[in-house]
């Protein structure tokens, strides 16, 4: 919002506007002009903080994990889409976070699959992104180590038809 005021001067006939305004009730930073005759000087106001993105909010159940993976992955560069990963989710896991797999090579070794999208210990510790919980079966850190073991293996999530 700006302000325009027409002020008459001492001596002068002619008039001068004076600008005040800004759009702080929005967060943008708000410039004051003061005219003194003479002189024209500007002097920004105190700077208001940076407008925040509204905080996104997931649903808790499997589109809401996928959803808010790929935003994730998105932000750190890891490829797949929305169809890839719940392709290899629900072959996977069923969609169950804690589905664990007790009886494959892996668990003979000591190592169970475990997750979304059954991923393996030392797997989940080597891309585990940071910023997401730093435990195999938080559904969203499980896709996104997924999705960038995928990633660096296959070029992308998306190329996984069978188990990886």
């Known amino acids: 919002m700006s302000v325009f005021r027409t002020q008459p001067r001492r001596g002068r006939s002619a008039t001068r506007r004076a600008w005040a305004g800004g759009l702080t009730a929005a967060g943008t930073l708000a410039v004051t002009l003061a005219l003194v005759p003479g ?12 407008p925040q993105a509204a905080a996104v ?3 808790n159940n499997l589109n809401g994990w996928i959803l808010e993976s790929l935003d994730v992955m998105r932000l750190n560069g890891i490829p797949g889409t929305y169809e890839g990963l719940h392709r290899n989710i629900l ?7 804690l589905a664990i797999n007790n009886w494959d090579i892996n668990a003979i070794n000591g190592t169970p699959s ?8 030392p797997t989940f510790r080597a891309y585990w992104v940071p910023g997401t919980p730093n435990d195999p079966f938080h559904p ?9 073991y995928a990633a660096d ?6 190329n996984v038809f069978g188990p990886y």
């Open 39 to 50: 002189t024209a000087t500007a002097a920004p106001a105190a700077a208001a903080p940076a």
């Open 57 to 59: 909010s997931y649903p």
């Open 91 to 97: 072959r996977e896991s069923s969609g169950n976070p």
């Open 114 to 121: 475990k997750g979304l999208l059954q991923v393996i210990d």
């Open 140 to 148: 969203v850190a499980n896709i996104v180590a997924a999705a960038n």
């Open 153 to 158: 293996r296959y070029g992308s999530i998306d």
